[in-house]
C-alpha cells in the first residue's frame, strides 16, 4: 500500500500542474497516468494559452523557456465575404494576449520540474477503480509493470480526461451531463510552411471554416471543416491545398504559404459538461468535467483554470484547516465554465456551415461577424473571453 496526501489520476497538464502546485506548498502528492511517458510528452493538443494561464506559469516558476519559446499574439484576422477583419483583442482588452506555446511544451516543463524535485510518477499504469470516495482515506487501485497496487490517499484528483476512469467513480444517479454533438470535425495539418502573415487567421466560408495557427516561424497549423466521419486518406495534399486557399484566401492579403504536410488527422467536436465536478473527496478537473469545441481555445486553459482553485482549496485545507475553499471547488469552477462554454459554442456556430443551413441562418451568421469585429463593443466582448475570464482563486 502507498501512502499520499492527493493522489492524481492523469499526467497531462491539469495532473502535473496540480502536483507542482501543492509540492511548492509541501503537500504530498503521486501522479498515477495510463500511458507510456514517451506518449505523454508528445501528445498535440492546444496550442494558445490566455494571459492568466501563462501568468500561472510564470508565478509557480515556469516561465522562462515559454517566454522564450512562445509566440505573443495581438489579433484574429476573420475572413468573410472575401475580406479581412482585423479584431486587435489586444487593444479590445486593455493590454491583454493570447500566446502560441504547444501543450506537449506545457506538458515537457512541467515534467522536468516535477521530476528534478522526485515526483512519484507512475506511467503505463492504469487505474481499475477507485473505492472509498464517500470515506475518509479513499483508494486507487492500478497496474504498473504488470503487478496490482494501491494508492491510499486523502483526496483524488481527477485528471484522466474525458475517458478517463474518474468520472465513471460517481455514481449514475448523482451525475447530471449535457451534451452537445456537433455535426462536423476539424481536418487538422501540420505543415512545413511559414505563416502567410502572423495573426491567427479565421475562414468563415460558405465551403466550411478554415484556420491558419503559428507554430513556429517555420511551421503552421492549419484547420479545415469537414465531415466527423471522414478520413485524412480522402484528402491528397492537393485537395488541402485548394480548400484552404479557397477558404481562407481574401482580397488585399498575402496567400497562405503551401509547404510539406507532416500530420492530417481529424478530430470531433462536441460541448459537453459534467455536473458535479466533486464526489465525496473525489475532484475532477479539466476534460473529466468539461469539453469545448476547439475555436476558442480553451481546453488546456479551463483546465488550469480549474487546476487553480483546485489548488488554492487543498492548500487552505491543509494549511489553514479551512474546507470552505473545497466545498465550494465545484460551483466556483462551474460559474466559469458556463460561461466559456457560452463563448466557445457561440463562436462554433457563428464560424461553421451546418448541414441544412438556410440562408437566413447564414445572414445571422454574417451579422453577427460583422457585429463582433465590426463595433466597439462587439470587439470588448470577444477580447474579454478570448485571453481569458478571470479566475476565482
Not at 182 to 191: E, K, S, V
Request: charged share 25%; proline share 5%; glycine share 10%.
Amino acid at each position: 500500500m502507498i501512502r499520499t496526501q492527493v493522489g492524481i489520476i492523469g499526467a497531462g497538464p491539469a495532473g502535473f500542474m496540480l502536483s507542482h502546485l501543492l509540492h511548492l506548498e509541501g503537500i504530498e502528492s503521486v501522479i498515477i497516468e495510463r500511458s507510456q511517458k514517451d506518449h505523454v510528452r508528445s501528445r498535440l493538443r492546444a496550442g494558445v494559452l490566455e494571459q492568466g494561464t501563462v501568468e500561472m506559469m510564470r508565478e509557480v516558476g515556469l516561465g522562462e523557456r515559454m517566454d522564450r519559446l512562445a509566440l505573443e499574439q495581438h489579433a484574429l484576422d476573420f475572413r468573410f465575404n472575401n475580406r479581412s477583419h482585423r479584431l486587435d483583442f489586444h487593444e479590445a482588452s486593455g493590454g491583454r494576449s493570447a500566446w502560441v506555446y504547444p501543450q506537449y511544451e506545457v506538458v515537457a516543463d512541467l515534467m522536468q520540474a516535477r521530476e528534478e524535485a522526485g515526483a512519484q510518477i507512475f506511467y503505463d499504469a492504469p487505474v481499475t477503480h477507485i473505492e472509498g470516495l464517500e470515506g475518509s482515506r479513499p483508494t486507487i487501485h492500478f497496474e504498473s509493470e504488470g503487478q496490482p497496487l494501491e494508492l491510499s490517499c486523502d483526496f483524488v484528483a481527477g485528471c484522466d480526461g474525458f475517458r478517463g476512469i474518474s468520472r465513471s467513480a460517481i455514481p449514475d444517479d448523482k451525475l447530471r451531463l449535457y451534451d452537445r454533438v456537433y455535426p462536423f470535425g476539424w481536418l487538422g495539418i501540420l505543415a512545413d510552411a511559414p505563416p502567410a502573415i502572423q495573426d491567427i487567421t479565421w475562414g468563415c466560408h460558405p465551403d466550411g471554416f478554415a484556420m491558419m495557427s503559428i507554430r513556429t516561424p517555420e511551421v503552421t497549423r492549419l484547420y479545415l471543416q469537414c465531415d466527423p466521419d471522414d478520413s485524412p486518406d480522402n484528402w491528397s495534399d492537393d485537395r488541402i491545398w485548394a480548400a484552404l486557399h479557397k477558404r481562407l484566401d481574401v482580397d488585399g492579403q498575402p496567400p497562405i504559404n503551401e509547404g510539406r504536410i507532416t500530420q492530417k488527422a481529424i478530430t470531433a467536436m462536441r460541448s459537453f459538461i459534467c455536473e458535479p465536478m466533486r464526489f465525496g473527496r473525489l475532484f475532477l478537473a479539466g476534460d473529466a468535467a468539461h469539453i469545448v469545441p476547439p475555436t476558442g481555445a480553451k481546453g488546456l486553459n479551463a483546465a488550469m483554470a480549474d487546476i487553480k482553485v483546485l489548488g488554492r482549496s487543498l492548500v487552505e485545507h491543509y494549511k489553514r484547516h479551512d474546507q470552505r475553499w473545497l466545498d465550494g471547488y465545484a460551483d466556483t469552477c462551474l460559474e466559469r465554465m458556463w460561461l466559456v462554454q457560452r463563448f466557445s459554442a457561440g463562436l462554433c456556430t457563428m464560424v461553421h456551415q451546418f448541414p441544412g443551413q438556410s440562408a437566413f441562418e447564414r445572414g445571422m451568421q454574417l451579422a453577427d461577424l460583422n457585429y463582433m469585429t465590426g463595433t466597439r463593443e462587439g470587439r470588448a466582448v470577444f477580447a474579454h473571453n478570448f485571453t481569458g475570464l478571470p479566475v476565482q482563486a
